[in-house]
């Protein structure tokens, strides 16, 4: 199944992420440096989370002059945990969002980071700085052979385990965030 993949996301300190950059780029490839716009969309007549958890999502992702549509739907049930993740370049966000507007749809958020991204041993890295959240990676591994220990086994020796994965996606830890924010009066 070409469109499995199994992610595992971790906030880390600013320390780690430079060790983990610096090995990475001199042994891997680094496939992007990258401006990201990651505006998410909710429906009027379904909703995408469950007991707290997102379990599907709609978003644009604008990065330069390139936009891409992507629906994901997490599978929190299979061990481990994947998604379907189905993604199309488009021409036009506002045509887009017209259509998304249109079918009942509204922006649920709109989250700005900037991302580093490198190729490593069928491993993907995503190292993320979030406006608003800090300091993110993001190891992934697709295809009918991914596998957690894949992830595990590489990020191990840089003191990272199963304890220090992040579950919620961005969108609930922006949410959270968010909603500390408005408690906080700030």
Do not use: W
């Amino acid at each position: 199944m070409a469109d499995k993949e199994i992610e595992v996301k971790f906030k880390i300190e600013e320390k780690t992420k430079q060790e983990l950059m610096a090995f990475l780029s001199r042994v891997a490839t680094k496939t992007v440096s990258s401006h990201q716009i990651d505006t998410y969309y909710v429906p009027s007549f379904k909703n995408f989370e469950v007991d707290g958890q997102t379990r599907e999502c709609v978003r644009i992702r604008e990065e330069g002059e390139k936009c891409v549509l992507c629906y994901k739907k997490i599978h929190y049930e299979a061990e481990p945990i994947y998604c379907d993740e189905y993604e199309t370049e488009i021409s036009s966000k506002d045509q887009t969002e017209k259509i998304l507007f249109a079918l009942g749809f509204s922006v649920q958020m709109i989250i700005d980071k900037q991302r580093e991204s490198y190729y490593h041993s069928e491993l993907e890295f995503d190292f993320d700085s979030i406006k608003g959240l800090g300091e993110f990676m993001e190891v992934e591994v697709k295809g009918e052979d991914a596998s957690l220990d894949k992830i595990f086994s590489f990020v191990e020796s840089y003191g990272l385990t199963k304890e220090d994965v992040t579950y919620d996606g961005v969108q609930m830890l922006m949410k959270e965030a968010m909603q500390r924010k408005q408690y906080n009066g700030d």
